[in-house]
């Protein structure tokens, strides 16, 4: 089976823009998760989607939402970008039932000048 | 915040055994313990994860002391393919996992 891609893979944007960024699962997971990575933070748990609802959520502002389509495949969008936001953004998909055992894509890093 | 204590980095000789502990003192009762890694510039990988007993796959072995409090995961013969870093972590039903910083462990030739 493939693995979980992501798309792009690496990114610009300018403080003050929006950005919407690609995920799609390992044939026949169903739940896709979001984390941001960041030297100082770490990974940090952004939210998850199953059927394409939002099943979980961790702490971050408004400005990051996501959406996951009947295929599964997921994006995530950040709006009004921030210095702040550069990170490297993963996406894990997960078998129903195994959300223990995550497969992460390979990130898209993303810079905000 | 992370739960778990790691320490930063550790070396090890290519061959002999990797022993990376993990401090979890206030694990839950229903929580597990996951054990991640994440080699350079890849996405994290699933390593292995137990409750209370301990575990063994193909990757490695995950040794849980008796009272939860803290953990070990051995590689039984390190590569240079296993320098990276790698996480411990404590889940329970929330599906939330929470990363602390990781061990970062450099296997020498």
């Known amino acids: 089976k493939a693995g979980v891609t992501q798309t792009p893979r690496y990114l610009i944007k300018t403080r003050g823009q929006q950005v919407t960024l690609s995920c799609s699962p390992i044939?026949?997971?169903?739940?896709v998760s979001w984390y941001q990575q960041t030297p100082g933070q770490g990974l940090q748990f952004l939210f998850e989607?199953?059927?394409?609802?939002?099943?979980n959520k961790g702490n971050f502002p408004g400005r990051f939402s996501g959406r996951q389509f009947s295929n599964s495949r997921s994006e995530m969008n950040v709006s009004t970008l921030e210095l702040g936001d550069s990170a490297l953004y993963l996406c894990?998909?997960?078998?129903?039932?195994?959300?223990?055992?995550?497969?992460f894509g390979p990130g898209t890093r993303l810079l905000v000048l | 915040d992370a739960k778990t204590t790691q320490p930063p980095s550790m070396d090890c000789a290519e061959g002999r055994a990797a022993n990376l502990p993990c401090n979890h003192s206030?694990?839950?009762?229903?929580?597990?313990v996951y054990w991640y890694r994440q080699i350079h510039s890849q996405g994290p990988q699933y390593i292995i994860h137990?409750?209370?007993?301990?575990e063994t796959n193909e990757m490695a072995s995950l040794i849980i002391t008796e009272d939860r409090k803290s953990s070990t995961l051995i590689l039984p013969h390190a590569t240079l393919r296993d320098t990276a870093v790698y996480y411990c972590?404590?889940?329970?039903?929330?599906?939330?996992?929470?990363w602390g910083l990781g061990t970062s462990l450099a296997v020498n030739p």
């Open positions: 894990a998909s997960n078998q129903a039932g195994q959300w223990e055992t995550q497969y």
């Open positions: 044939s026949g997971h169903r739940s």
């Open positions: 989607y199953f059927s394409e609802t939002q099943r």
């Open positions: 206030t694990i839950s009762g229903n929580e597990y």
């Open positions: 137990g409750l209370k007993n301990n």
């Open positions: 972590i404590n889940a329970g039903n929330n599906r939330k996992l929470i």
